[in-house]
């Protein structure tokens, strides 16, 4: 009877339960002044992870982003390599209509071959079959994740890409010159990452190929969001918050328009200018 409960227990212990659920739209912005569970494995997790860094972010002052230095060499910390394991970014990504992540990167001291990596609760591991080449020259890029079945190459297990996306346990951000779980580069790199966001590509309608996109500007700003669209057509706007939420909605009747901005809190926000027959939507940094 002992023996039976041990082994139950232990049984419970080894299964991963995924207690998070990714959503859609939700982003790690750093704000809060921690890492939001990304981390890397290891004793040294602790002193050797990633940090929460002050007024470094894309948006300068005020703007907290994550940064990761990998040491290359030997021990902790020599693989560029940090994740989020049973967090904000497990659970169903197919379901939440989450096919793209997108992040704001910068990457210092060498070039890295980014990727994402994922391994499902049923223990297969796959990782994004083409890498976004980041070159190390200290300025902030916007980047996106294509995350569809598709875009992966399963590297370990005995399931596909598309069950690992309908059940993630963890998600892995590397650098590698080809698809890995567990090799990632050696190297010795700093990269900063910020507005860690979930997106779908069915979210977006874009504009039709002959007719040219709005604009916002400046972007980030402090007090004033100026929208330029493409024609003297009337379109609505809205704008939403990281969760989803609706903080403003307009019309727009011509050309360029501003919106007061200086009363929103700091963080990531989604402009999305439509009508009844097309839509758009873009990113805006409120500082």
Known sequence: ?????????????MVP???????????DDFQDGTTQEWRIGGAGNATNG??????????GAGDNCLQYTSLGGNGVASKMVFYSQNQQWSGDFSSENV?????DVNVQTNDLNLRIAMQGTNGTRICS????????NGTWSNITFPISAADFTVVSG????????????????????SPTWDLPDVIAATIQVDNITASSSLSVTDFES????????????????????????????????????????????????SVNVSNWKSGVYLVRVSNDQVSQTKRFVKQ
């Not at 379109?235 to 009747?253: A, C, Q, T, W």
């Open 210 to 257: 002959n007719t040219k996109e709005f604009t916002i500007s400046p972007n980030p700003s402090k007090n004033k969001l100026n929208v330029i669209l493409p024609s003297n057509e009337e379109m609505d706007i809205e704008v939403f918050d990281v969760l989803g939420k609706r903080v403003y909605k307009g019309v727009l009747s011509q050309i360029s328009s």
């Open 158 to 177: 005995g399931g596909d890409a598309a069950s690992v996306l309908s059940s993630v346990f963890t998600v892995r951000i590397l650098s590698s010159a």
């Open 99 to 103: 096919d793209r992540i997108n992040m």
């Open 129 to 136: 079959t083409n890498a976004i080449n980041v070159v190390a």
């Open 50 to 59: 990633p940090i929460n860094v002050a007024d470094a972010g894309p948006a």
């Open 1 to 13: 009877m002992v023996r039976t409960l041990l082994l139950l227990i232990l049984t419970l212990f």
């Open 17 to 27: 339960v995924t207690n998070a659920q990714v959503t859609l739209n939700q982003v």
